[in-house]
């Protein structure tokens, strides 16, 4: 599976390494995060990294294999 969380502001790049099994560009106000998530459980992590690091997810969703 192949996902996208978008967060809120441009990610320092110190915080873009936190998530080193995504990529990510910045978008006017927004960073957004992509790559392969293995399993639900992967996914939640990703967002609890989210959580931990006082990011605001301001979109996820899943993208086209």
């Known amino acids: 599976m ?9 990610l320092s790049e110190t915080l873009a390494k936190a998530f080193p099994e995504l990529d990510s560009f910045v978008v006017p106000h927004q960073t957004v995060l992509f790559g392969k998530v293995v399993d639900q459980a992967h996914l939640y992590g990703l967002l609890a990294r989210c959580q931990s690091l006082g990011l605001q997810v301001v979109e996820m969703r899943r993208l086209p294999e």
Do not use: S
Not at 2 to 10: A, L, P, S, T
């Open 2 to 10: 192949r996902y996208e969380i978008r967060v809120d502001g441009q």
